[in-house]
């Protein structure tokens, strides 16, 4: 398995980041924010599930597969991945979904630290009704969740409604989108801004639950 590295340096926690839907581990979102954690003192894995790294050599354009062989497939980058400090999960949109689906066990056996999700996929863009957020309700692993509060996939309105855990912390950024994109006339904030802010309150989040 493949995995792209960011501030690699021993003892530093490791975050583990899979990819959206439709974007690679090495699209600008995920090549940027994985830079800006670096900076903030983390060491960022990114890696790339099967369907997509057979998209990069040619194949052709498949949607994601069934959830559980994501999940599969997730655990399979976690054994696959050397790591001398504390270890956290999670990714960009299904990325991070696909973790939240697989912490609570390695959490409970003491592989993993904590979860983070960038731009959770609270449901179908336009299907409000149908919510990916059961098992997020009795989520015991420590969670961050990065969302832009008019995330089409779960803004900061619908989300007042839904029934999350406790050990999960929201982040809100001001008028992001779902890849966190603000809109500069709205707001006075750039994409820059939100993605900054989203690293520190990783990094911060990550030096308190380690």
Aim: charged content about 25%.
């Amino acid at each position: 398995m493949e995995f792209l590295v960011d501030g690699d340096a021993p003892g530093r926690p490791t975050l583990l980041l899979a990819h959206g839907a439709g974007t690679a581990m090495d699209s600008d979102f995920m090549a940027r924010l994985a830079a800006l954690l670096a900076s903030e003192g983390l060491r960022v894995v990114r890696f790339e599930f099967g369907y997509m790294a057979q998209r990069r050599a040619g194949g052709s354009k498949r949607p994601p597969p069934k959830v559980e062989l994501l999940q599969e497939e997730y655990r399979a980058a976690i054994e696959a991945l050397a790591c001398d400090g504390p270890l956290f999960i999670g990714g960009k949109s299904m990325g991070g979904r696909i973790a939240s689906l697989i912490a609570d066990d390695l959490f409970a056996s003491g592989r993993i630290a904590g979860l983070v999700c960038l731009g959770y996929p609270f449901h179908p863009t336009g299907k409000p009704e149908t919510l990916r957020t059961e098992h997020l309700a009795a989520l015991r692993t420590p969670a961050l969740i990065c969302q832009g509060t008019r995330d089409p996939f779960g803004t900061c309105e619908e989300m007042a409604g839904y029934a999350l855990s406790e050990s999960i912390a929201l982040h809100w950024l001001e008028d992001g989108d779902h890849d966190l994109k603000p809109r500069k006339s709205v707001s006075g904030l750039n994409h820059d801004d939100n993605l900054t802010g989203a690293a520190m309150a990783v990094s911060d989040w990550v030096a308190r639950t380690r």
